[in-house]
């Protein structure tokens, strides 16, 4: 909750640019957009992007570069296209023909969408929103659409728009690996909570009535300056006369937030309670009241960023060390199992269950004749969650930064589905254990490739044995709802290949030795 200041809630009345229904709820519905006015849209926001310190739209620049650079090479190619091309008008072409949104333009238009998401800035968010009409407009099954658009919408604070739009995502997905099933369920608790709260603002204080037909920037305000004066008891119900006009006008849910904070930190000063620099008590609703409300702003906020815990506990799992890890594979034969199409079509799998511990990585995919059936450890990148609900006995989570990695581990990890888990210790092995600086190593390494690395530096297996690993030139093979995601580009997979063919012992079309 933020400490207490003379900050006044966007106004969301008649004169607001909000529709007169008010709020966020016309963004609900994917409006039709042609391909050809994103375009001109993507290419002018653009040029609006000049040379700054701002790193995130520096990155959004670089991808509407790319996606505009595509387009102008699949224009200019365009008589020479193939028979279904990537980017064609249907029919004749002419002045009122619709260009059709093709493979090869829908990834470098997914990623400008996300770039334009991760700025969190209002001219971005529209831009994004934008871009997620014009892909649900010719691809009405499109999952990255679906989850850009509701990612966007909950960044907009339009939350029930963002909860239908997750829903139409799940709804094309077996496998949630993004943990949307849980974010629906967090957002829902959050607004139960947030009603709940202004619900008992509202009883506790009947005056506010008065004041939830007015304007909101006029009761906040005249609310201040009374709080200012002195006069707690009739600045209350204006500032909560405020909060309730806001709610009523579906103000987006980050607006609300600040206001009600703002609020309690100002109904604590009055209060005199501990921590908000009060010298002594002035409200007469007490402080048993104040705790209700800041509790349950403090449930509602939390709720919408992790969604509920079942088993705050994980299911009793056991956190293990790198030196309790390295004695558990002591000994052992280890083969580490590429996602790859190499093992996919492979009939490997009786070969794989015969060593000691399997590893694999991310959202593997399991065909029992071609992948083997048994998975001991699972390594994986923090980001996503796929195949965290599949039992494994370790499970080594991998992540750059501390903070984020916490933070996923709270929000994805499935209790009883693990024995032990990674600490921090086998966070992020090549940088904090091998301490290969980017100086050396610029790239980020993969999950594979720490694992490896890992493996490689405890050096106390005496069989290590990489099955399938062709750096993706045979493709991928993993989850449905995981092949459509791109093989990043963050990722040196050419550097990672020499580092291996160094150390290689032997080298088959499906084994690499390493021991």
């Not at 609006?48 to 509407?64: H, I, M, Q, T, W």
């Not at 659409?145 to 939350?159: Q, S």
């Not at 989850?479 to 160094?502: D, G, N, Q």
Request: with cysteine; hydrophobic share 40%; glycine share 8%.
């Amino acid at each position: 909750m933020t400490k207490a200041r003379t900050r006044w809630p966007r106004q969301r009345d008649a004169e607001d640019a909000a529709p007169p229904e008010g709020g966020t709820s016309h963004l609900a519905t994917v409006r039709p957009q042609d391909l050809e006015t994103c375009l001109r849209a993507c290419a002018a926001h653009s040029g609006k992007l000049v040379a700054g310190l701002d790193r995130r739209r520096a990155a959004l620049a670089e991808a509407l570069r790319s996606l505009l650079a595509t387009h102008a090479t699949m224009e200019q190619s365009a008589p020479a296209a193939s028979p279904v091309p990537l980017l064609r008008r249907p029919g004749k072409s002419g002045p009122g023909s619709a260009l059709v949104l093709g493979d090869a333009l829908l990834n470098p238009l997914l990623a400008v969408g996300n770039k334009a998401l991760d700025c969190g800035y209002e001219d971005e968010l529209k831009l994004a929103i934008l871009i997620t009409d014009t892909v649900l407009t010719q691809r009405k099954r499109s999952r990255a659409g679906w989850r850009l658009r509701a990612r966007t919408l909950e960044a907009m604070g339009a939350e029930a728009a963002a909860v239908d739009a997750y829903e139409h995502y799940l709804a094309l997905t077996e496998d949630d690996g993004f943990g949307v099933a849980a974010k629906i369920a967090g957002l829902r608790v959050g607004a139960e909570r947030q009603n709940e709260l202004l619900r008992k603002l509202e009883r506790d204080c009947p005056e506010a009535a008065a004041f939830a037909g007015r304007s909101v920037t006029a009761s906040w305000a005249e609310g201040l300056a009374l709080r200012e004066r002195g006069d707690w008891q009739a600045a209350r119900p204006r500032l909560i006369g405020a909060l309730m006009a806001q709610a009523r006008s579906g103000a987006p849910v980050p607006e609300i937030q600040e206001a009600a904070s703002q609020y309690l930190a100002l109904a604590m000063e009055a209060g005199g309670m501990a921590g908000s620099g009060a010298a002594g008590p002035a409200d007469p609703t007490g402080p048993a009241l104040l705790t209700d409300l800041v509790a349950l702003y403090a449930e509602q906020r939390r709720a919408r960023m992790r969604g509920p815990i079942g088993d705050p506990t994980f299911g009793d799992v056991e956190w293990t060390t790198l030196g309790e890890f390295r004695n558990r594979i002591a000994g052992k034969s280890i083969c580490l199992i590429a996602n790859s199409q190499r093992v996919g079509t492979s009939s490997m799998g009786a070969e794989i269950d015969a060593y000691d511990l399997v590893v694999r990585f991310n959202s593997y995919r399991i065909d029992p004749s071609a992948t083997g059936r048994r998975t001991d450890i699972h390594a994986t990148i923090h980001k996503h969650g796929f195949n965290w609900d599949q039992k494994v006995h370790t499970r080594l989570v991998f992540g750059g930064l501390s903070g984020d990695w916490k933070y996923s581990l709270r929000n994805r990890l499935v209790p009883g589905a693990q024995q032990y888990l990674g600490d921090e210790s086998l966070r992020w092995p090549l940088r904090d254990i091998g301490k290969v600086g980017a100086d050396v190593w610029p790239a980020i390494p993969t999950s594979g490739f720490n694992m490896l690395w890992l493996l490689d530096h405890l050096d106390v297996s005496p069989q290590l044995d990489l099955i399938g690993f062709d750096f993706y030139e045979s493709g991928a093979y993993r989850l449905p709802a995981a092949m459509k995601m791109p093989i990043t580009s963050v990722h040196e997979y050419t550097s990672e290949k020499a580092w291996v063919m160094e150390r290689a012992q032997s080298v088959t079309d499906m084994r690499i030795r390493l021991r």
